[in-house]
């Protein structure tokens, strides 16, 4: 009688007839080695290759045969495949071994690396307990009750630690162990003998030493010994066998107590992208599977990291040197073309023994903010930038701030006091403050005189030939390009000195009588106010009158017979005095006539210019006669000459003083005068002459207005 078994085909390679056990020879202390060490392989090594036995069961009985195979992670090998028995190599290299030794057996494929080595037994035993081959921790292992005659099996029975765990007749049990798990097994068998007396058989003890499901991860990291400042790829190494690839493994990497990346993920690469030197910090992984839950962490390690020195320091600015303004930020910006780590930086000024500022970070470059910088700013600057190697220093660059120019002031500059006309002015715009160049403008009443450039700075004048046109109002305006400003207005008067003044008689009269009232009239047609005029009479002086708002002025007088003579007048406005041309005046008094005798006219009295004056005399208007008798019907003519005289060489602008030496030439003038015959017939005339009936030396106005 035979039992027949058929195992799961996920432990092995086909089905397998046992036959039927049967009591045996005592048992005996069995070890079955599965993996006799955890699967270890250093980084970087090929995974290790996975030894199958068919059947899956690695004991058997004495005469049985064994076959090996040699699997990978693609696939089984079947040729260039190495094997060992008890570390010792064999000939065979084909891809699977047949074996009826007991010992331990490992091998080798092109594509890996050596396996664990598996022990197999061949027991001369009448009852074996077997367990399925590979085991791996938290999987199923089939524990198996195995007689040389299995059809005088009754009952069998399993036991864990001495304890109980399971018995059938013909079934397999199974057992989930742990890594390391340190229990014993074994089994027993009973049945009846033919006259009805039962026996029981008992197995050797066995313990099962379970293989890793993945060994524990390394944590490695590429490239090995980083460039602090570049990127590195962390790798947490571990592997699954061949027949267990399809479990899955997340990982996690840590960095002291804290998690890196996103925490758990499926790949076991992390990326970081910029390593820094940061002391002692160590670096661990996990790895886990989810079913079943299996957890293994990596020894804690620490990445080497290579530091670089800092070197070639540069300065930059912003804005860039030579269009920084007044009263804006200046940013000043410290770089390094090389150097790894934590950088500080520092920024400096020639001629100041504390720092602008500094800053540490992990970067190449750094930037200090100078807010609202001023003239005074103006200055030698560098940085410094260093990672624990020592300072090094930048070149050193010139900041200087453009200044806006500032409101300019308008100075005038006269020869004298008072602007005269004919005077050479100098107009002179600064700004006080301002980048060179400056272009400096000049206006009058806003209308444009002319530029002139302050290519150093300061000042800068213009010139003026003063006319009296030139009064007004003045400005400049100065331009560097950053700002335009304008001066306040400036006046400048321009005084004109006066010109000739020209004297006048008031009234202008052919006759001029003793107790008349003669204006003096004098005049300068150009010069600024006040104006004083004086006026002589044979260079005495008779007085003088002011203008304080221009024009001329007048001067009265009551005549006598000693106001004959030559008249002029000055003007002086104290730029120096003018003098007027001469005027002649002669005055004439009443001539007496006899009680009856014929009226006439009394001699007239003619004012005469001076030789520059007019050219020929003017007559005066005829004053009234007197009569002590009515006037007969004869008709009167009176004649009468007057002489002029001319001064020799004294023009009518001359000094007013007689000069010793002086010669004086008379040169006749014939002036004829006529009375006209009075109209009997005009009534003003009996009118008159009724009015003056009865009396002496009364004047009859009528007869002067007839002429």
């Given at each position: 009688?035979?039992?027949?078994?058929?195992?799961?085909?996920?432990?092995?390679?086909?089905?397998?007839?046992?036959?039927?056990?049967?009591?045996?020879?005592?048992?005996?202390?069995?070890?079955?080695?599965?993996?006799?060490?955890?699967?270890?392989?250093?980084?970087?090594?090929?995974?290790?290759?996975?030894?199958?036995?068919?059947?899956?069961?690695?004991?058997?009985?004495?005469?049985?045969?064994?076959?090996?195979?040699?699997?990978?992670?693609?696939?089984?090998?079947?040729?260039?495949?190495?094997?060992?028995?008890?570390?010792?190599?064999?000939?065979?290299?084909?891809?699977?071994?047949?074996?009826?030794?007991?010992?331990?057996?490992?091998?080798?494929?092109?594509?890996?690396?050596?396996?664990?080595?598996?022990?197999?037994?061949?027991?001369?035993?009448?009852?074996?307990?077997?367990?399925?081959?590979?085991?791996?921790?938290?999987?199923?292992?089939?524990?198996?009750?195995?007689?040389?005659?299995?059809?005088?099996?009754?009952?069998?029975?399993?036991?864990?630690?001495?304890?109980?765990?399971?018995?059938?007749?013909?079934?397999?049990?199974?057992?989930?162990?742990?890594?390391?798990?340190?229990?014993?097994?074994?089994?027993?068998?009973?049945?009846?003998?033919?006259?009805?007396?039962?026996?029981?058989?008992?197995?050797?003890?066995?313990?099962?030493?379970?293989?890793?499901?993945?060994?524990?991860?390394?944590?490695?990291?590429?490239?090995?010994?980083?460039?602090?400042?570049?990127?590195?790829?962390?790798?947490?190494?571990?592997?699954?066998?061949?027949?267990?690839?399809?479990?899955?493994?997340?990982?996690?990497?840590?960095?002291?107590?804290?998690?890196?990346?996103?925490?758990?993920?499926?790949?076991?690469?992390?990326?970081?992208?910029?390593?820094?030197?940061?002391?002692?910090?160590?670096?661990?992984?996990?790895?886990?599977?989810?079913?079943?839950?299996?957890?293994?962490?990596?020894?804690?390690?620490?990445?080497?990291?290579?530091?670089?020195?800092?070197?070639?320091?540069?300065?930059?600015?912003?804005?860039?040197?030579?269009?920084?303004?007044?009263?804006?930020?200046?940013?000043?910006?410290?770089?390094?073309?090389?150097?790894?780590?934590?950088?500080?930086?520092?920024?400096?000024?020639?001629?100041?023994?504390?720092?602008?500022?500094?800053?540490?970070?992990?970067?190449?470059?750094?930037?200090?903010?100078?807010?609202?910088?001023?003239?005074?700013?103006?200055?030698?600057?560098?940085?410094?930038?260093?990672?624990?190697?020592?300072?090094?220093?930048?070149?050193?660059?010139?900041?200087?701030?453009?200044?806006?120019?500032?409101?300019?002031?308008?100075?005038?500059?006269?020869?004298?006091?008072?602007?005269?006309?004919?005077?050479?002015?100098?107009?002179?715009?600064?700004?006080?403050?301002?980048?060179?160049?400056?272009?400096?403008?000049?206006?009058?009443?806003?209308?444009?005189?002319?530029?002139?450039?302050?290519?150093?700075?300061?000042?800068?004048?213009?010139?003026?030939?003063?006319?009296?046109?030139?009064?007004?109002?003045?400005?400049?305006?100065?331009?560097?390009?950053?700002?335009?400003?304008?001066?306040?207005?400036?006046?400048?008067?321009?005084?004109?000195?006066?010109?000739?003044?020209?004297?006048?008689?008031?009234?202008?009269?052919?006759?001029?009588?003793?107790?008349?009232?003669?204006?003096?009239?004098?005049?300068?047609?150009?010069?600024?106010?006040?104006?004083?005029?004086?006026?002589?009479?044979?260079?005495?002086?008779?007085?003088?009158?002011?203008?304080?708002?221009?024009?001329?002025?007048?001067?009265?007088?009551?005549?006598?017979?000693?106001?004959?003579?030559?008249?002029?007048?000055?003007?002086?406005?104290?730029?120096?005095?003018?003098?007027?041309?001469?005027?002649?005046?002669?005055?004439?008094?009443?001539?007496?006539?006899?009680?009856?005798?014929?009226?006439g006219p009394d001699p007239p009295a003619q004012a005469l210019h001076s030789p520059r004056g007019l050219s020929r005399p003017a007559l005066m208007e005829l004053q009234p006669l007197?009569?002590?008798?009515?006037?007969?019907?004869?008709?009167?003519?009176?004649?009468?000459?007057?002489?002029?005289?001319?001064?020799?060489?004294?023009?009518?602008?001359?000094?007013?003083?007689?000069?010793?030496?002086?010669?004086?030439?008379?040169?006749?003038?014939?002036?004829?005068?006529?009375?006209?015959?009075?109209?009997?017939?005009?009534?003003?005339?009996?009118?008159?002459?009724?009015?003056?009936?009865?009396?002496?030396?009364?004047?009859?106005?009528?007869?002067?207005?007839?002429?």
């Amino acid at each position: 009688m035979f039992c027949e078994h058929r195992w799961d085909r996920s432990l092995a390679f086909g089905e397998t007839v046992f036959p039927c056990p049967r009591p045996g020879p005592a048992p005996m202390l069995l070890w079955l080695l599965l993996i006799l060490a955890p699967g270890r392989q250093p980084a970087g090594a090929l995974p290790k290759a996975l030894l199958l036995l068919k059947p899956p069961w690695s004991t058997a009985f004495e005469g049985e045969t064994v076959t090996l195979f040699c699997k990978d992670h693609h696939s089984l090998a079947w040729e260039y495949v190495s094997w060992y028995h008890n570390e010792t190599p064999l000939r065979k290299q084909s891809g699977r071994l047949q074996i009826s030794k007991s010992g331990h057996y490992r091998c080798k494929t092109q594509r890996s690396s050596l396996s664990d080595p598996v022990h197999v037994q061949f027991l001369p035993d009448w009852l074996v307990l077997q367990a399925s081959h590979p085991a791996f921790e938290r999987d199923k292992v089939v524990l198996r009750c195995r007689g040389k005659e299995e059809e005088d099996i009754m009952e069998r029975t399993y036991y864990k630690n001495e304890e109980k765990i399971g018995s059938s007749y013909n079934s397999n049990i199974t057992v989930y162990p742990a890594f390391n798990d340190d229990s014993t097994y074994r089994c027993t068998a009973s049945g009846m003998y033919i006259l009805g007396m039962s026996w029981t058989e008992t197995s050797r003890p066995l313990k099962i030493q379970v293989q890793e499901l993945f060994p524990s991860p390394v944590l490695t990291a590429s490239p090995s010994w980083p460039i602090e400042g570049s990127p590195v790829t962390l790798t947490c190494e571990t592997w699954l066998p061949p027949l267990t690839s399809h479990t899955r493994l997340q990982f996690c990497f840590f960095k002291e107590h804290r998690a890196l990346g996103a925490g758990w993920s499926n790949s076991p690469e992390l990326q970081i992208p910029t390593m820094w030197s940061e002391g002692a910090a160590s670096y661990w992984c996990q790895a886990r599977t989810v079913i079943p839950r299996i957890l293994k962490t990596s020894p804690r390690s620490q990445i080497r990291v290579h530091r670089v020195p800092v070197s070639d320091v540069n300065l930059e600015t912003q804005p860039p040197v030579g269009q920084l303004i007044e009263g804006e930020d200046l940013v000043l910006i410290c770089s390094v073309a090389a150097g790894t780590g934590t950088v500080t930086f520092s920024w400096h000024r020639e001629g100041s023994e504390r720092s602008l500022g500094r800053k540490t970070q992990n970067a190449l470059s750094a930037e200090l903010r100078i807010a609202s910088v001023r003239e005074q700013d103006a200055g030698r600057y560098y940085c410094a930038a260093d990672n624990l190697d020592g300072p090094v220093l930048s070149k050193r660059i010139r900041i200087t701030p453009r200044v806006p120019a500032s409101r300019p002031v308008l100075t005038v500059r006269t020869p004298r006091a008072q602007a005269v006309e004919g005077d050479v002015v100098e107009l002179h715009c600064e700004a006080q403050r301002g980048s060179p160049p400056i272009l400096y403008r000049f206006y009058r009443e806003d209308v444009p005189l002319g530029s002139s450039s302050a290519p150093s700075g300061g000042g800068a004048s213009l010139n003026l030939s003063l006319t009296a046109e030139h009064s007004g109002n003045y400005s400049c305006e100065a331009n560097n390009g950053l700002r335009v400003q304008r001066s306040k207005m400036v006046s400048l008067s321009i005084t004109v000195p006066v010109s000739h003044p020209v004297l006048t008689l008031n009234p202008d009269v052919a006759q001029a009588m003793v107790g008349d009232v003669l204006e003096l009239r004098c005049e300068a047609q150009r010069g600024s106010p006040p104006i004083l005029y004086w006026f002589y009479h044979e260079d005495v002086i008779l007085g003088n009158t002011s203008a304080p708002f221009g024009g001329g002025a007048s001067f009265n007088l009551s005549l006598t017979t000693e106001h004959s003579g030559n008249y002029s007048c000055g003007a002086d406005n104290g730029l120096g005095a003018q003098s007027s041309e001469t005027v002649s005046l002669n005055i004439t008094g009443a001539i007496p006539r006899n009680i009856g005798s014929v009226p006439g006219p009394d001699p007239p009295a003619q004012a005469l210019h001076s030789p520059r004056g007019l050219s020929r005399p003017a007559l005066m208007e005829l004053q009234p006669l007197y009569s002590n008798v009515s006037p007969g019907d004869d008709d009167l003519v009176y004649s009468q000459i007057w002489i002029r005289q001319h001064r020799e060489g004294s023009p009518a602008h001359s000094p007013r003083t007689h000069q010793k030496g002086e010669v004086f030439h008379q040169e006749p003038a014939i002036v004829y005068s006529e009375v006209k015959r009075a109209d009997p017939y005009d009534p003003a005339r009996q009118d008159c002459e009724e009015a003056a009936e009865g009396y002496e030396n009364v004047p009859c106005t009528s007869l002067a207005s007839d002429h």
